[in-house]
Nanobody, 126 residues
């Protein structure tokens, strides 16, 4: 079970940090990703972090502004968001993917994630 939190309303240029707490004892065996979905749009990949936390990948649109991290001792993954833009407005979802040899090909594809959180709303005003 994944529980996302930390969303809210922020002005353009501001910052937020999202958290996603996971239950279970195998957290480090899952890659953790963040996706987002704006009204009328498909869900899109934002970032992912491997089980160890050593490797991260980002969507081009958030590269250099967002930072994904995890604390395996707390079963929690974070998404730090800086320099927020109105186009970042969306519901943000955390998701978990069991790490397999196909991770490299699947890491940005929502359909391959096994578990999803309930989403947290991020609204950026101009």
């Amino acid at each position: 079970q994944l529980q996302a939190s930390g969303g809210g309303l922020v002005q353009a240029g501001g910052s937020l940090r999202l958290s996603c707490a996971a239950s279970g004892r195998t957290f480090s065996t899952y890659a953790m990703g963040w996706f987002r979905q704006a009204p009328g749009k498909v869900r899109e990949f934002v970032a992912v972090i491997t089980g160890s936390g050593r490797t991260t990948y980002y969507a081009t649109s958030v590269q250099d502004r967002f930072t994904i991290s995890r604390d395996n001792a707390k079963n929690t993954v974070y998404l730090g968001m800086n320099s927020l833009k109105p186009e970042d407005t969306a519901v943000y979802y955390c998701a978990a993917m069991k790490i397999t040899p196909s991770f490299g090909a699947w890491r940005d594809k929502a359909t391959y994630y096994d578990y999803w959180g309930q989403g947290t709303q991020v609204t950026v005003s101009s």
